[in-house]
């Protein structure tokens, strides 16, 4: 599942992307069945492909 939050459509997503560490965009957080999140800020499609076993 893919969710789009933009920014300036709501200054509450700001507060949600700091609450991750985070302070760039994007900023990708990858949910797994078990429970475990990984965080991957920035663009970085090697990096998300790793991570996704591609």
């Known amino acids: 599942m ?3 939050l933009n920014l300036p ?3 509450e997503y700001i507060d949600q992307l700091m609450a991750l ?3 760039s965009t ?3 957080v990858l949910q797994w069945p078990d429970g475990r ?3 991957i800020i920035g663009f970085n499609r090697q ?3 790793r991570r ?3």
Do not use: K
């Open 52 to 54: 996704l076993g591609r």
């Open 21 to 23: 560490g985070s302070r």
């Open 2 to 4: 893919f969710t789009e």
């Open 47 to 49: 990096e998300m492909e």
């Open 37 to 39: 999140e990984d965080l």
């Open 9 to 11: 459509d709501n200054p």
């Open 26 to 28: 994007p900023t990708t």
